[in-house]
């Protein structure tokens, strides 16, 4: 038997202990041994519960017991969790979280750890929710060099957006009605600031390209400043506006960046709509690889989790190479990145088009009906120093979404 310990009974927690029971018996059969859920630690109290039994307040009673094989943390933040990782690996037993933070924070350190006692540190749901991703870049793209990963990472706004491109409502009627269907935080900023979708790139590309990722070197824009108006002009350019996470090898330089971006239906991100998550990634030899499915939500993101479990139990006294050495990959600086941008700019273009020439060289034009009082443009590919030493030149520039 497999005895395993839960820490925190909240929504991935709960989750967990729900996939365990509901589909006890085929997982058993995957790992060839029972799996006994038989702590759950949280400091609430559950009366009447399935786990009244099994609740515990202090996690010294997981991890002094022997018996305990694999705790699992769905609690989330790095303090106390941080510290119940480290405790746990060095007492022999393997750790499985859905912790975004603890992982980006301090992924290679609790990876070295876990190799050293011969024991695993898994962390499928910490990126993309229900969606395999870690796996599959530790195990079944080895033979490829990863040249981009580029991914709609958040649910909330992911749905925040497709709302605004298919209804026509600005950011704060649809931010209010996330919040209502609890797929948005009372406190959103996480979310709509880019910081959770660049928590999550940190980690794809720290495991992609082998070394360390620290999240605060990477350029990160959230959607706070996409309003419906940029919305009107992506239509009438046949796109979309996403946030993406991205990173990309070029050569021996290494970009990241969170941001919108506006995209057309030759992307196969185009049509990820809704809650729903999407990766592509592009390997030197096979090319791309899409990854879609849920990106959040209990019953998924715990899959993901018990999905760890399970790989934890096969390999009970086996620790699993996963390369990401503690040695940080140095970003380039985004300055030299390049794409093409959509600029809207206050003003009339039959007054404006020959100084924007001037600083932005060939561009095209575009308006839309119903909006006054400005009009936008679309540059050629340039870099991000380019555009920047542009637009301080040109006055009355609202807004700009780079372009795919």
Request: one cysteine or more; proline letters at 3%; glycine letters at 8%.
């Amino acid at each position: 038997m497999i005895n395993i310990a839960v820490l925190g009974y909240g929504t991935v927690g709960s989750g967990v202990v729900e996939v365990i029971t509901t589909n006890k018996e085929s997982i058993a059969k995957r790992i060839g041994d029972d799996i006994n859920i038989k702590y759950v630690l949280d400091l609430r109290e559950f009366p009447n519960s399935p786990i009244e039994n099994i609740l515990v307040h202090d996690f010294d009673t997981i991890v002094n017991d022997e018996e305990v094989d694999i705790v699992v943390e769905a609690m989330g933040g790095t303090n106390p969790a941080y510290s119940f990782a480290k405790a746990s690996l060095e007492h022999g037993k393997s750790y499985c979280t859905s912790n975004k933070e603890l992982v980006a924070k301090y992924g290679p350190e609790l990876l070295k750890l876990s190799e050293k006692m011969n024991k695993n540190f898994l962390f499928e749901a910490s990126v993309g929710g229900g969606i395999p991703i870690i796996r599959p870049l530790n195990q079944s793209l080895t033979a490829d060099e990863i040249m981009e990963i580029t991914g709609i990472l958040n649910g909330t706004t992911n749905y925040i957006m497709t709302k605004m491109s298919k209804e026509g409502l600005d950011f704060d009627t649809v931010l209010k009605e996330a919040q209502e269907l609890g797929y948005a935080e009372r406190n959103p900023e996480a979310d709509v600031e880019g910081y959770d979708a660049c928590r999550k790139i940190a980690i794809l590309t720290s495991l992609a390209y082998g070394q360390h990722v620290d999240y605060e070197d990477i350029y990160t824009e959230g959607i706070t400043k996409i309003t419906d108006i940029d919305f009107k002009y992506a239509a009438k350019l046949g796109k979309v506006i996403k946030l993406f996470g991205k990173s990309r090898r070029a050569g021996d330089k290494f970009f990241a960046m969170v941001a919108p971006f506006m995209i057309d239906d030759n992307n196969p991100l185009y049509s990820v709509n809704g809650v729903l998550n999407g990766i592509l990634v592009k390997g030197n030899v096979l090319g791309d690889v899409m990854f879609y499915g849920s990106g959040a939500g209990k019953l998924p993101t715990a899959s993901a989790v018990v999905s760890d479990v399970v790989d934890a139990a096969k390999h009970k006294n086996t620790h699993i190479m996963q390369i990401w050495s503690s040695k940080k990959l140095e970003l380039s600086d985004i300055a030299d990145a390049k794409s093409r941008f959509f600029v809207r700019i206050s003003g009339s273009a039959d007054m404006k088009m020959e100084e924007i020439a001037d600083h932005f060289g060939d561009v095209k034009p575009v308006s839309v009906d119903g909006v006054t009082g400005e009009f936008a443009f679309v540059t050629q590919v340039m870099s991000e120093a380019e555009f920047e030493k542009a637009a301080e030149a040109t006055e009355g520039i609202i807004t700009r979404i780079r372009m795919e």
